[in-house]
């Protein structure tokens, strides 16, 4: 016959000091746990199903001696009647977490799928158009609505209103609600399919985008008219005019030039190395710089406070609309960024410059996997010969109808 265990007292429960498992009496199995930190709190040790558990019950002093008992005494019915209270309380706290996770708004899961995706945009322009259009478009029509509850309905109440006027904007929303749905879903947030899916979905509710409206490309100057506006350019003074001309001169995108530093510049070897994270297909890509190109970098002042090349009045990179603005006031119906259309027009209609060296001269990403894979080399040598070549014409319009000779490539 099992010993019986002296009741203690509320008094008796309050002086236990010592560390370890004390038995307090009137309800077998009912013990004191005192830490060595001073601690203490009750469970239950008992049976449940053959197997020895302990069931906590609460600390102390906040759970009394007598809260402690009528616990252990429904813990022990409960068992009685075949339940095991362990396993019970994890369902109600599983339930809870589901409970509180399923609440989580659009909103929300547009905020923390952004931060998760951070890592993966090439630069933090991007980053910020990318949460910036789902802040603009999606959030003010369904920023509230709990992403456990967004359907199809929710996802065109979104989209409809600027698939028409907005094409290309619209198509990438509901790239990144797709993006964010899908977060979800994986993160226990939501259950079920995606209905931000274009494929076998929207599809079959939505026009196809590509018969909507074509994308309108950046405006361009023809080639033959490069001549007479780098003569006229050449005449403007200003940081802009100069970073305009060095954006022709490299056929380089504006970004890339706005934020070049000099730690990139290599003036002695006439080479200017863009690091991969401000490239647009996150490769370094090493620009050869023509002698006019040079003359401008060695023309342009220094500032301590500044690393930039081309650097704005308080020492920041120049802004897009800084240098965009040269173009509106020579009176030209072309924007920075076309310039590398007018240098790639150049190369097909004046040249005979094999393909990949123009599209390896723009940083251009290889479309067919096969040939990425077996091109090792960056063409640097031809490529060097190109932009100088492209400088030159600039500057001196050839006799109508000339042809790069194919001699001339090979050396």
């Not at 099992?2 to 000091?17: F, H």
């Not at 040598?381 to 932009?387: C, D, G």
Request: aromatic share 6%; proline share 6%.
């Amino acid at each position: 016959m099992p010993k019986k265990v002296k009741e203690l007292s509320a008094t008796e429960i309050r002086r236990i000091e010592k560390p370890g498992r004390h038995a307090v009496g009137y309800i077998s199995g009912l013990l004191l746990v005192v830490k060595e930190s001073g601690s203490k709190s009750w469970i239950l040790r008992t049976l449940v199903g053959g197997r020895r558990r302990s069931i906590g019950l609460g600390g102390y002093p906040e759970t009394s001696l007598a809260d402690a008992r009528e616990k252990a005494k429904a813990a022990k019915r409960a068992i009685r009647q075949g339940v095991d209270p362990v396993e019970d309380r994890r369902a109600i706290r599983r339930a809870l977490l589901n409970g509180h996770a399923m609440a989580m708004t659009f909103a929300e899961a547009a905020r923390r799928c952004h931060e998760k995706k951070s890592p993966e945009f090439k630069n933090e322009k991007h980053a910020k158009q990318w949460i910036a259009s789902v802040n603009r478009y999606a959030v003010p029509v369904i920023g509230a609505v709990p992403v456990a509850e967004i359907d199809l309905q929710h996802i065109l109440s979104v989209l409809e209103p600027i698939w028409h006027e907005k094409t290309e904007t619209a198509t990438r929303l509901r790239q990144r609600l797709e993006a964010i749905l899908s977060w979800a879903t994986v993160s226990g947030y939501r259950k079920g399919d995606n209905p931000a899916r274009w494929r076998g979905h929207l599809d079959a509710v939505l026009p196809q985008p590509g018969k909507l409206k074509k994308v309108k490309h950046h405006t361009a100057l023809p080639w033959r008219e490069i001549n007479p506006f780098m003569q006229d350019l050449r005449k403007r003074e200003g940081t802009a005019a100069r970073a305009l001309e060095f954006i022709i001169l490299t056929a380089a995108r504006s970004g890339e030039v706005r934020h070049a530093v000099w730690d990139e510049i290599d003036v002695g070897n006439k080479v200017w190395t863009i690091p991969g994270d401000r490239m647009k297909n996150g490769n370094p890509h090493t620009v050869p710089l023509s002698d006019q190109a040079v003359k401008i970098l060695k023309a342009l002042p220094r500032f301590e406070s500044s690393p930039y090349v081309f650097a704005a009045a308080r020492g920041g990179p120049l802004s897009d609309m800084a240098i965009s603005a040269v173009c509106r006031r020579m009176g030209v119906d072309a924007v920075p960024h076309g310039f590398r259309s007018t240098f790639r027009d150049w190369c097909s209609e004046s040249t005979n410059y094999p393909r990949e060296v123009a599209e390896m001269a723009l940083a251009h990403t290889i479309d067919s996997k096969v040939e990425a894979a077996y091109r090792r080399g960056d063409l640097y040598n031809k490529r060097q010969k190109l932009m100088q070549q492209w400088a030159d014409y600039c500057d001196a319009v050839p006799v109508a109808g000339t042809v790069t000779p194919i001699r001339e490539v090979a050396k």
